[in-house]
Antibody, heavy 122, light 109 residues
Framework: QLQLQESGPGLVKPSETLSLTCTVS??????????WGWIRQPPGKGLEWIGS???????YYNPSLKSRVTISVDTSKNQFSLKLSSVTAADTAVYYC??????????????WGQGTLVTVSS | EIVMTQSPATLSVSPGERATLSCRAS??????LAWYQQKPGQAPRLLIY???TRATGIPARFSGSGSGTEFTLTISSLQSEDFAVYYC???????????FGGGTKVEIK
């Protein structure tokens, strides 16, 4: 059974960089037809897609966050990571990593991590 | 950016009754629409993709319909475990700019 687990600091200071890692177990991050994505959810609010990466390193990002986001992959560790720079209180959210089933006709998130709360505060 | 609008924000339904949730896209997304269910403290779960295809393991009481800009998720007979928040998500265009709706909370009446 595929499992994803987010890890990283739960508290980040304003203007600093938020860094999270997602570890994939029970399957290979190098599987074809799958991207790997990050989605966030501010407390009590809806879902916002941040960006996605293929095992080759190909990425695509939410245009509204693109200037601050970097997603990378480490196939040797079966992990992918998120960096979000210049954070403010508005970036406080539960951050989820997820497997993205991506074909020419389908882009959906079929496996999710449990999520990790990141609070931006001094 | 394609904006997804869900209605109503909250739906009060009695167990055993039918629930009908709506999702509207600001421009056509063809049938490139998915639905997710999220329970408190849990990650979302994929229910429907391609507007009407149930994901693996999803009960038949969940059904999706629509195309273009208007979509519907129907839960034919609500069970206790169905009370949750439901989100739609579009995946039109390439490179995709994936967007979610604001969610509909289905609560016990």
């Amino acid at each position: 059974q595929l499992q994803l687990q987010e890890s990283g600091p739960g508290l980040v200071k304003p203007s600093e960089t938020l860094s999270l890692t997602c570890t994939v177990s029970g399957g290979s991050i190098s599987s074809s037809s799958y991207y790997w994505g990050w989605i966030r959810q501010p407390p009590g609010k809806g879902l916002e897609w941040i960006g996605s990466i293929y095992y080759s390193g190909s990425t695509y990002y939410n245009p509204s966050l693109k200037s601050r986001v970097t997603i990378s992959v480490d196939t040797s560790k079966n992990q992918f990571s998120l960096k979000l720079s210049s954070v403010t209180a508005a970036d406080t959210a539960v951050y989820y990593c997820a497997r993205e089933l991506a074909t020419k006709v389908l882009i959906v998130f079929d496996y999710w991590g449990q999520g990790t709360l990141v609070t931006v505060s001094s | 950016e394609i904006v997804m609008t869900q209605s109503p924000a909250t739906l009060s339904v009695s167990p055993g009754e039918r629930a009908t949730l709506s999702c509207r896209a600001s421009q056509s997304v063809s049938s490139n629409l998915a639905w997710y269910q999220q329970k408190p403290g849990q990650a979302p779960r994929l229910l429907i993709y391609g507007a009407s295809t149930r994901a693996t393991g999803i009960p038949a009481r969940f059904s999706g319909s629509g195309s273009g800009t208007e979509f519907t998720l129907t839960i034919s007979s609500l069970q206790s475990e169905d009370f949750a928040v439901y989100y739609c998500q579009q995946y039109n265009n390439w490179p995709p700019a994936l967007t979610f709706g604001g969610g509909t909370k289905v609560e016990i009446k």
